[in-house]
Each structure stands twice: as structure tokens, then as C-alpha cells.
């Protein structure tokens, strides 16, 4: 099973809005609304922010949320705040009884 | 408090075995399905594999690079994960943490670095 595709990096500006999106294919995220996003800070464990495709964990901002369109995820992050800047990884639960995740993609807040 | 410590991890050679330990705390342990997922350091996630509760079967999952090499299993009377990791690789140096859940993982513990070098 392929790890699923997500851009390198994206960045953007305090207030502004940002998507990360994490493509798959049918077989995972196309067929399964299994999909969870974790950011992680330097020298942190990943935190869960989005499982199941859209639902936020109880204490996870508001300005956190996904969506998924055919094969590709997106992990949407509104108001963009300096605290923000971290790493994002995405999962999928495939066909095949496994978990698989992204490469990864770094936040930078301008 | 919900809270998950690993040990266990070292040095070891290639072909070596070791085996991961995870301490369970802050919650139904026995109700729970739990994951190992390691890092490698400055590089990305990658799972390992899944025990699912008793009640669920008490089943295992297993990503392909280790099936078949490494075992996961659980003491629920003492709150434990375990990793049972035998004919190590280099590849599978890390840092493995253990994890509550079965496709998405809410809780993590700190990790523990497996090193496997000649």
C-alpha cells in the first residue's frame, strides 16, 4: 500500500486561510471515510486534529476542519496564527486492514 | 489523566530482537484498541501495526514491512502494549510510540528510539 500524497509545504499569512490536501485513491481515502489529520510541533508527538474525515477531537479549535472530495482529502485551517506553523500528516484506513499516512507537510505562518 | 509511556527501545544488531513495553494509564485499557506507530527521525509517520480489544477479538494487524517479524500483544491485567520486534533491519530504526486507537490515533505516548546498527 502507497503512503498517501501530500504537498511538501504550503505557508501563508497570520488571518488568512490555508488547505493541505492529502490525495489517495479508491481503494483508501476514496472509499473509506476514514481519514484523520495530526499536526505535529517540533520535538512533540503528533496531536490528533480531524478524524473520520471531519469531525474535531473536544478541545481542537474550530478553525480546524477537513473534507474530502472523491480520492483527496483537504485539512482546512482558517484564521492562520503563528502557533499554527507545525507539521501535518494525514491517514487513511484502506481496503487492506492497515493504516497508512502522508509524507507530511510543513506549515509555515509567514 | 490519560497517559501512555513506552520502553523498552536501545541499540541493537542487525538480525536482534527487542521488545517494546507501553504503559497504560487514564482509562479502560482492556476496551481499547491500540497501535504502534513509528517515526523515523526528521521523516514522517509510519504504522506498524494494531491489537484490537478482547471483546473485538483480540485480533492483530500488521503493516507489510513487518509482518511477519514483529508481534504486537497485550497484558490487560497489567495495562500493557507490547512490540515484539525480531529479525531487525536498519530500516526499522525509529522512534515507536505507542497509540490509543485502531484507524486514528487520539492518544500518544512519548516514544521510545530503537536503534538497529551493526
Known amino acids: 500500500q502507497s503512503a498517501l500524497t501530500q504537498p511538501a509545504s504550503v505557508s501563508g499569512s497570520p488571518g488568512q486561510s490555508i488547505t493541505v490536501s492529502c490525495t489517495g485513491t479508491s481503494s483508501d481515502i476514496g472509499e473509506y471515510n476514514f481519514v484523520s489529520w495530526y499536526q505535529q510541533h517540533p520535538g512533540k508527538v503528533p496531536k490528533l486534529i480531524i478524524y473520520d474525515v471531519s469531525e474535531r477531537p473536544s478541545g481542537v479549535s474550530g478553525r480546524f476542519s477537513g473534507s474530502k472530495s472523491g480520492n483527496t482529502a483537504s485539512l482546512t485551517i482558517s484564521g492562520l496564527q503563528a502557533e499554527d506553523e507545525a507539521d501535518y500528516y494525514c491517514s487513511s484506513y484502506p481496503s487492506s486492514n492497515t493504516v497508512i499516512f502522508g509524507g507530511g507537510t510543513k506549515l509555515t505562518v509567514l | 489523566e490519560e497517559q501512555l509511556v513506552e520502553s523498552g527501545g536501545g541499540l541493537v544488531k542487525p538480525g536482534g530482537s527487542l521488545r517494546l513495553s507501553c504503559a497504560a494509564s487514564g482509562f479502560t485499557f482492556s476496551d481499547a484498541w491500540m497501535s504502534w506507530v513509528r517515526q523515523t527521525p526528521g521523516k514522517g509517520l509510519e504504522w506498524v501495526g494494531r491489537i484490537r480489544s478482547k471483546t473485538a477479538g483480540g485480533t492483530t494487524d500488521y503493516a507489510a514491512p513487518v509482518k511477519g517479524r514483529f508481534i504486537v500483544s497485550r497484558d490487560d491485567s497489567k495495562n500493557t502494549l507490547y512490540l515484539q520486534m525480531n529479525s531487525l533491519r536498519t530500516e526499522d530504526t525509529a522512534v515507536y510510540h505507542c497509540?490509543?486507537?485502531?484507524?486514528?490515533?487520539?492518544?500518544w505516548g512519548q516514544g521510545t528510539l530503537v536503534t538497529v546498527s551493526s
Open positions: 497509540t490509543l486507537g485502531g484507524h486514528y490515533f487520539g492518544l
